[in-house]
């Protein structure tokens, strides 16, 4: 399934920067042990957090995609408030790759997070 749902979104020049990347094994590997950690040590980490009580102390902003999956599985902003004392944030009318998308949104949403 194609992740960006904006047609156009991603330039010529940024889809052969993407490939110039992933071609290096280095960065497949990076990306991997990313999605490893993630469904592992990540997780086992979360749990001693939760059970400790711990929670991010420094404010969360959570952009995430309107037209993906991951809004339409979880309430976000519930989960991160579970971790975190400030949370803000919302989906973006785009799909999974916000900042080639909507680049002027995720703009505007950064800098009036870090305006406080």
Do not use: N
Not at 52 to 70: D, N, R
Not at 97 to 111: D, I, T
Request: hydrophobic share 45%; net charge negative; charged share 20%.
């Amino acid at each position: 399934a194609v992740q960006g749902k904006t047609p156009g979104a991603v330039t010529p020049d940024a889809m052969a920067e993407y490939l110039r990347c992933y071609c290096c094994s280095g960065t497949i590997h990076a990306a991997c042990e990313d999605y490893r950690a993630a469904a592992d040590i990540d997780l086992e980490m979360d749990e001693a957090d939760d059970k400790a009580g711990h929670k991010i102390s420094a404010p969360v902003l959570a952009l995430w995609s309107a037209k993906g999956v991951v809004g339409h599985l979880w309430d976000v902003l519930a989960i991160w408030r579970a971790k975190a004392i400030s949370v803000s944030g919302r989906a973006l009318d785009c799909g999974h790759l916000l900042p080639e998308e909507q680049p002027a949104e995720v703009l505007a949403q950064l800098q009036q997070f870090f305006r406080g």
